[in-house]
């Protein structure tokens, strides 16, 4: 069916290094992607977003990269600290500006001191 | 400007009783959205508003759940009667109509016991 997805559950990585997580999404017609970061016991927080007309943004130490040919998106975050350790899920907008966002499961990152 | 505010943080019921749960939005949002969210699994909406009005509702399970925005703004959302299966977190978001960005609370954590 339908859905957005993420290709790992866990991501574990040493402080200081890039991270990457990725996203599958199968609905060709969403035109717009968001990351969150979602820490034990709080709502999911806006990181970043990209709108299918870009294949690329860049925020604060984080990247989104959209790849529409394989449907593929994915979160650079750069130099991670601690403070970046958390659940990230990519979201899908789908139904234009009166839509509603679709989640995946989520990838866990885990940073190493 | 204030967040969205969700109260209660937690709850623990029995099966088959009733819970309800309070939202906030931000100030001028006009869209409201409400999300349940397993334990290890994305959000999923359940129900999303424009001011009083019903969007969708496609997702809630209309036998055991209600919910309502009657003056467009705070929203509560209740399951009766509850089951096991509802163990949750409900999250509750706010956007301003026509935006792409949404704003999430901390959510409710609901254990059905």
């Known amino acids: 069916g339908e859905s957005v997805g993420l290709h790992l559950p866990t991501l574990s990585v040493q402080e200081g290094d890039n991270s990457i997580i990725n996203c599958a999404y199968s609905?060709?017609?969403?035109?717009?992607f968001i990351w969150y970061k979602q820490e034990s016991g709080k709502g999911p927080q806006f990181i970043i977003d990209?709108?299918?007309?870009?294949d690329k943004r860049q925020g604060q130490r984080v990247t989104v990269l959209l790849n529409k040919t394989v449907k593929h998106l994915s979160l650079q975050i750069a130099a991670t600290q601690p403070g970046d350790s958390a659940v990230y899920f990519c979201?899908?907008?789908?139904?234009?500006?009166?839509?509603?966002?679709?989640f995946g499961k989520g990838t866990k990152l885990s940073v190493k001191p | 400007e204030a967040g969205v505010a969700q109260s209660p943080r937690y709850k623990i019921i029995e099966k088959r009783q009733s819970v309800a749960f309070w939202c906030n939005p931000i100030?001028?949002?006009?869209?409201l959205y409400w999300y349940q969210q397993i334990l290890g699994q994305g959000p999923k909406l359940l129900i999303q508003?424009?001011?009083?009005?019903?969007?969708?509702d496609s997702q809630l399970p209309k036998d055991r759940f209600s919910a309502e925005r009657l003056k467009g703004v705070d929203s509560t959302l209740k399951i009766q009667p509850a089951k096991l299966e509802d163990s949750a977190v409900y999250l509750c978001?706010?956007?301003?109509?026509?935006?792409?960005?949404?704003?999430f609370g901390s959510g409710t954590r609901l254990t059905v016991v």
């Open positions: 978001a706010s956007s301003v109509a026509g935006n792409y960005g949404y704003t």
């Open positions: 609905n060709s017609a969403s035109d717009y």
């Open positions: 990209i709108r299918s007309n870009m």
């Open positions: 979201a899908e907008k789908r139904g234009g500006s009166q839509g509603n966002l679709i």
């Open positions: 100030s001028g949002h006009a869209t």
């Open positions: 508003f424009q001011n009083n009005g019903v969007v969708d």
